[in-house]
């Protein structure tokens, strides 16, 4: 069901299997609210609060155990809304983005400013470094990519992966959905 005013829709996804948060089969229905904005070429900058959510696994990247400290891992989880779960979005004087982590206020950051495919994605303390820099690149199918600026790879799940508790990574852009947000 989809009810929509102006540029916003409020989505009703059901699930009947008991999966990804829904309730058991046929006793009840798991929501969630969503709202979309549509961009104009005068209005590019998308900084903001998000739940990144992965296409292949529906799980929303997560920092470990709420961590608070340089290092901590982000990896992929169920949605619960908590604020280890939401990104701010704020575009940098270049035009990249640093995802900054709400909980903890640290960076996505390719750990080691690696360039290697699979190399793992932490939090740490903001440095202006290229590899906490991402590019935001919406796809042909309204998804999008993130892109470090260091590497050039993008945020990926490891070994593509639906399964929760895995971690992210960087890896070279083939469009996979695991490699989609």
Not at 29 to 48: K, M, N
Not at 137 to 156: C, Q
């Amino acid at each position: 069901l989809v009810e929509s005013s102006a540029d916003s829709w409020r989505f009703y996804v059901v699930h009947e299997q008991g999966e990804r948060g829904s309730t058991a089969s046929g006793s009840g229905v798991f929501f969630r609210d969503l709202t979309l904005e549509h961009l104009s070429a005068d209005q590019d900058d998308i900084s903001g609060r998000y739940f990144l959510q992965n296409t292949n696994s529906w799980y929303v990247a997560d920092v470990d155990a709420a961590s608070t400290d340089d290092g901590g891992d982000i990896l992929q989880w169920s949605f619960n809304g908590n604020e280890n779960q939401l990104w701010q979005l704020v575009q940098n004087a270049d035009g990249t983005y640093r995802i900054e982590s709400v909980n903890s206020g640290k960076v996505m950051d390719v750990e080691g400013a690696s360039t290697a495919d699979g190399a793992n994605v932490v939090q740490w303390s903001w440095q202006d470094g290229a590899n906490q820099k991402w590019n935001v690149v919406l796809n042909s199918d309204g998804t999008y990519r993130l892109e470090n600026v260091n590497s050039g790879k993008v945020l990926d799940v490891a070994g593509s992966s639906s399964s929760e508790a895995d971690s992210l990574v960087q890896n070279g852009w083939t469009g996979a959905d695991s490699q989609k947000w």
